[in-house]
């Protein structure tokens, strides 16, 4: 597939938009047009992407005479903080970063969130560039202009990194997911679907929980054949050199971008389905689950031990949520099911040991950011592929669906 443009719009006014642009080999060319000679910029890639992906883009920007500042982090949900934040920050302060002037973002989900939250701060907001180097990120976290870092409450965390995510466990600290954040829209978001070929089988794996999760939404956003031919394509054992793969992230990105265009900010409840609220189909299971150490599970026939991958833990949470709409007769149990086998062939985790009781997983839920005036509010989903939002669903029947993933 030559490469495909998606056009995102943004806010009610016309022309407030951006592209995203999927094909590969991409990444030299990521910043065609959004900078010239003089111009400083700020590149901040994962520690898991390869130096050598990023040769060519530094020589061209240098020959343009672009001034440079490069920046390496650590990926994982414990460093998805404001330490991290405050290097981003200090790094942009240092090259002398202008509101004109541009940060890139080349990572995983979490890289995109945190240096998306940098760039909406630094002199209340500069332009930023994502170049998402995982399946995850690339049909869901670079697109859309959520941003956000993670916050560490009720215990002791002097120190960020490993040793302070030690403490805080220790203290009984909690960690919220994505507590602290912006909207901040992209200038661009370049998917270059060769960067996937780096990546270790696991974490490719899970990003297909979020194709799968856009599959079941498929019916309200203009994709019904969706969900079918992402079932296809998992079923024939789908890889990082799959050809059809950059027309899969093509039709997510597409997906989402209507989404997004109806409701940038997630504030559309009166929308059919909630608005943008249905994208989180499976994330409030998921969330309560995936920072929890000692779990393990089998997947892809090996053995894994926590915390969770995110899209390991969206798969999960797709489980609970169509099984809870089955109960709900919302849809029939075929899709739970179906669902269910879906997970599985992706090579994601069906069921897991080491969870906490019931009570204590649905009481981590309550604190989840779509709940309103006290009350939890879930995205459910139903046959025809279109969300439903329930609230006081019963704390029994939530944790009944808990159950199904749980073993041992």
């Known amino acids: 597939m030559a490469s495909k443009t998606i056009s995102v719009q943004t806010g009610t006014t016309p022309g407030q938009r951006y592209d995203v642009v999927v094909g590969r080999g991409l990444v030299s060319s990521s910043l065609d047009g959004l900078v010239t000679k003089g111009q400083r910029f700020l590149l901040v890639r994962d520690a898991n992407v390869p130096a050598a992906t990023i040769s060519t883009l ?14 390496t982090i650590p990926v994982s949900e414990q460093h998805k903080s404001f330490a991290t934040l405050e290097r981003i920050l200090t790094a942009a302060a240092g090259v002398g970063l202008e509101r004109g002037d541009l940060m890139l973002a080349i990572g995983g989900g979490i890289t995109t969130d945190v240096v998306g939250l940098a760039a909406g701060l630094h002199r209340r907001g500069c332009r930023v560039v994502h170049c998402p180097s995982t399946l995850l990120a690339m049909v869901d976290g670079s697109v859309g202009g959520k941003t956000a870092i993670n ?136 969330h309560a689950i995936e920072t929890l150490p000692g779990l393990s599970w089998y997947a892809a026939g090996k053995k894994f031990r926590g915390p969770l991958q995110h899209g390991e833990a969206v798969g999960l949470g797709l489980i609970c949520a169509t099984e809870l709409s089955a109960r709900l007769h919302l849809c029939k149990p075929e899709l739970a099911e179906l669902t269910r086998v879906l997970v599985g062939l992706a090579g994601l985790p069906v069921e897991v040991s080491g969870l906490p009781r019931r009570p204590e997983v649905v009481a981590r839920m309550a604190g989840d950011k779509k709940s309103k005036g006290g009350k939890l509010r879930l995205v459910l989903v139903t046959d025809d592929r279109m969300p439903f939002i329930a609230s006081d669903v019963p704390t029994e029947m939530i944790g009944q669906v808990i159950g199904k993933i749980i073993v041992g």
Do not use: W, Y
């Not at 530094?58 to 920046?71: A, E, M, N, Q, W």
């Open 58 to 71: 530094i020589t061209k920007l240098f020959r343009r005479g672009v001034i440079i500042s490069h920046l």
């Open 151 to 286: 916050l560490h409450v009720g215990g002791s965390r002097a120190k960020a990194g490993k040793a302070g995510a030690k403490a805080g466990a220790k203290s009984g600290g909690k960690l919220l997911k994505n507590a602290i954040g912006v909207f901040h829209q992209p200038v661009r978001v370049v998917c270059d679907v060769a960067l996937l070929a780096s990546l270790d089988a696991r974490t490719f794996r899970s990003g297909l929980a979020e194709c799968i999760k856009h599959g079941l939404l498929g019916g309200a956003f203009g994709d019904d054949a969706l969900l079918g031919d992402t079932a296809a394509l998992i079923s024939g054992g789908v890889s990082a050199n799959s050809r059809d793969l950059p027309s899969l992230i093509a039709r997510n990105v597409a997906l989402k971008a209507v989404v997004v265009g109806q409701d940038e900010r997630e504030v559309r409840d009166d929308l059919p389905g909630g608005g943008r609220m249905a994208l989180n189909l499976g994330h409030t299971f998921a």
